[in-house]
């Protein structure tokens, strides 16, 4: 049977340390609310009394009813010419009213001969009587001994005397904490031990911090030692590089380590928390995060693809179905005919190898002239289905005029012209926007809208202009993509050319193209839906 791993979340505390996160009462209200159906077994909420939203929080946060998850006060040990009675700091932990509290204390002579200035007896007695103070009010204790391993390898009797005095004054936790993020897997591993043979009878936590890249592999080394606590954020927010990334951590204890840390079937929801934290935290998540990036199980080789079709574990080390994540096939110039006969496939459109590799290589000069099709799969949908023999596009654009200019001094207004083509028939129209990529887009929806009125439910949501070849000056490739959002799901197209306005029009029309394919029921699009 497996064993059983505590998971300590500080996102909410630790976390809003990141320098530009900032989150109110409600944003971590709501976070709680996710964390607390995620299985989460703590969640750190704040430090009481610190400022008014903390404080406003802890008083909204005890009439919420958690179904699994146990909230947390954090805080410092007493002021060294205080007592507990007439500390403020453990008043305020007190007045929270959490079942558990988690104080900090030094355990590193540095901080005590230099940041407070004490002698090492009495930074021993305030840990103790701080901790005792709280449990005999009835509350749990965790003992975050901060900056352990750099105590530990200053004066590894010291560090150990500092866990001793938290054990007697009733700590349930002994959390060792790489503070300024510094130490290597093996470090910890090996100090990780060393408290696990002081302290046998001892429950041992691990709060690492990435600032040599390391916190979650000096997580996992902890509980390799024996921890069996792990404290860290959601997407690794904290403090200068950053807390131990939960979403890393606990799908490898779980899928790499066999050690359970969460109801059966849980794990599955990971990738929807990590997003749900990023939005919460006005973030965008790392497409490149391990697990929960949209690019975490993204095959771009050929090689890779091929390989795949074949044995779907030969190129992805876990099913992402069991964080939540999918395995997306990417189509570009480093692609072969089997990312096209995939790509096809989840499209529902069928091509044969010899089409394939007709298309990958119109594909491969394509993006030789700019276009980059990985991130605009519906453009990718139009090249396939274009190539059959019969296709006949719903649309075509014959010509077209813009006109920029400013009268006065009123605002510059875009004017544009254009042709289309739709069922023999030759529509004109013009139509006006605050610039010429808007103006086009107005004159070829009022073109289509006798013929296609569903058009009208597509929207833009996403321009995103990139220059390729500064040096060529305005003679530059300009790459365009747009994101549309419609019935069927969000998607994008990509246009590329010297002339933006010709490539923003090439991204358009496939954008209206490819809605009208999908309306149709000519394509099977569940896997060209961008994520946030």
Same mark, same amino acid.
């Given at each position: 049977m497996a064993s059983e791993v505590e998971i300590y979340d500080t996102t909410l505390r630790d976390g809003t340390q990141s320098e530009g996160l900032s989150l109110s009462a409600g944003d971590k209200l709501r976070l709680i609310r996710a964390l607390d159906d995620f299985g989460i077994d703590y969640i750190e909420a704040g430090f009481p009394g610190s400022n008014p939203k903390d404080v406003e929080l802890f008083a909204r946060v005890s009439q919420l009813s958690l179904s699994h998850a146990k909230i947390v006060a954090f805080g410092a040990t007493r002021h060294p010419e205080r007592t507990p009675?007439?500390?403020?700091?453990?008043?305020a932990l007190?007045?929270?009213e959490t079942e558990v509290c988690t104080l900090f204390g030094k355990s590193w002579r540095l901080h005590v001969d230099d940041v407070l200035r004490i002698s090492e007896d009495d930074n021993l007695r305030l840990i103790e009587d701080s901790l005792a103070y709280l449990a005999r009010h009835g509350r749990r204790v965790f003992f975050d001994a901060e900056h352990f391993f750099d105590g530990f390898t200053a004066e590894p009797e010291f560090a150990l005397r500092v866990l001793g005095a938290a054990l007697?004054?009733?700590a349930s936790r002994l959390v060792l904490c790489d503070t300024n993020g510094g130490k290597l897997p093996w470090e910890v591993h090996e100090i990780v031990c060393a408290v696990r043979d002081r302290f046998p009878q001892a429950v041992i936590g691990i709060h690492a911090h990435n600032d040599t890249e390391c916190a979650v592999a000096n997580s996992l080394a902890a509980v390799q030692a024996g921890a069996r606590q792990v404290q860290g954020t959601i997407n690794g927010f904290g403090e200068r590089c950053g807390n131990g990334n939960l979403c890393s951590i606990l799908p490898?204890?779980?899928?790499?380590?066999?050690?359970?840390? =969460?109801? %059966?079937?849980?794990l599955s929801q990971l990738r929807e928390l990590a997003r =749900?934290? %990023?939005e919460v935290c006005n973030t965008k998540l790392n497409p490149h995060a391990a697990y929960v990036g949209r690019s975490a199980f993204a095959h771009k080789g050929g090689v890779h693809v091929s390989a795949m079709r074949r044995s779907i574990d030969s190129y992805q080390h876990v099913d992402p179905a069991r964080v939540g994540n999918v395995?997306?096939?990417l189509v570009s110039e480093l692609s072969g005919r089997s990312n096209l006969v995939t790509k096809a496939e989840e499209f529902g459109l069928k091509t044969n190898a010899a089409e394939a590799a007709v298309i990958v290589n119109q594909i491969k000069l394509y993006e030789s002239q700019g276009f980059a099709f990985e991130a605009a799969e519906a453009s990718v949908a139009l090249l396939i289905k274009r190539a059959e023999p019969t296709y006949a596009p719903p649309f075509n654009l014959t010509d077209f005029q813009v006109t920029v200019g400013k009268r006065g001094a009123a605002e510059p207004f875009s004017e544009a012209t254009v042709r289309v083509q739709v069922d023999g028939d030759t529509v004109h129209t013009a139509g006006s926007g605050n610039g010429p990529v808007s103006a086009l887009d107005q004159a070829l929806r009022k073109a289509l809208a006798v013929r296609y009125p569903q058009l009208s439910a597509v929207t833009l949501s996403g321009y995103?202009?990139?220059?390729?070849?500064?040096?060529a000056a305005t003679g530059a490739i300009t790459r365009v993509l747009i994101t549309h959002d419609g019935p069927g799901g969000t998607f994008s197209t990509v246009g590329a050319s010297t002339n933006i306005i010709a490539a923003s029009l090439l991204a358009l029309i496939d954008g209206l193209e490819f809605a009208l394919l999908n309306e149709s029921g000519s394509l099977q699009t569940d896997s060209p839906r961008q994520d946030p």
């Open positions: 009675e007439s500390d403020s700091g453990l008043a007190l007045a929270a007697s004054g009733g490898s204890l779980e899928l790499k380590l066999d050690l359970r840390c =969460l109801q %059966s079937g849980k =749900l934290a %990023s395995s997306r096939v995103k202009v990139r220059i390729l070849n500064e040096d």
